[in-house]
């Protein structure tokens, strides 16, 4: 993995990211043995997006493996606001860190970096396109309380059109055998047609659509609720209508599994009651703390880090 650029889900191997995984797993267990792993080494994070985890966690994994960071938490503090390309931007941050997590609101940001870089580029959001390092911290959760990523019934609920992290989600585990999806969306939120012909369809993966999640939640392995994107809407109309399509409250949950596993990126804003957080199945809590962690093994291994293989 050294020195490879991680723009979406599909540029690691199952191989690499089983790997991944299991060092996540080391370091949690044992995160003073990591702390000099990335002494002496930079990260550079440029978000031009806000961020919260993605960008603290990346900052956290960084420094408790013993590297310092630098960066700009949105771009009127840097030279994008005087008119620089991102291109001259990544030719310059290049030359100051060892590697660089960027998010930008332009679907294809992240790729366009990848080739002026002779960093890797992480990509920590590209627009409503991907966000491959939410979907390790995904993977990671469900491994750990699953215990598998193969087999489950998953329902992604929510914005399956702008959200980036549902669209990386469905690439990554349509990679393993036996999982079957169910879309809920209102029409006007409908996951994009590419993640179903040219992901689902070729791998043979298994998909229904549903409107109402009271229908499916009784199926569900894995409930993957997410926040309607307002930031992508074109007209605050559409988002005022659509904002609270789904709001998952105790009673709902009455209808699932007992052990439903209950994921959302965050941040939420309506769609999961704050009932629900003292639920045993509710997991995205959990699912933050992993993220710094995966993270670490991701920067690790990706800065050349050959310690804890099989
Ligand atoms: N999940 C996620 O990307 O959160 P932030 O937008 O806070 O980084």
Known sequence: MKGKHLIEPGDFSIEELDDLFSLAEKIMENPSAFTEVCRGKILATLFFE?????????????????????????????????????????????AYSDIIAMRNPKEGAALLASQYSEKPIINAGDGGHHHPTQTLTDLLTIRTIKGTTSGLTIGLCGDLKFGRTVHSLAKAMARYPGNRFVLISPPELEIPDYIINRVFKPAGVSFSRVQQMEEVLGDLDILYMTRVQKERFFNEQDYIRLKDSY??????????????????????????????????RAAYFLQVQFGMFVRMALIARVLGYEGGKK
Do not use: Y
């Not at 949105?74 to 005087?82: H, I, L, Q, R, V």
């Not at 941040?267 to 045993?280: G, M, Q, Y």
């Open 50 to 94: 806000p961020s919260t985890r993605t960008r603290l966690s990346f900052e956290a994994a960084m420094l408790r493996l013993g590297g310092s960071t630098l960066g700009f938490a949105e771009p009127n503090a840097s030279s994008t606001a005087k008119g620089e390309s991102l291109a001259d931007t990544i030719r310059t941050v290049a």
């Open 247 to 280: 709001i998952l409250t105790l009673d709902k949950l009455r209808l699932a599994k007992k052990d439903l596993c209950v994921l959302h990126p965050l941040p939420r804003v309506n769609e999961i009651a704050p009932e629900v957080d003292s639920d045993p």
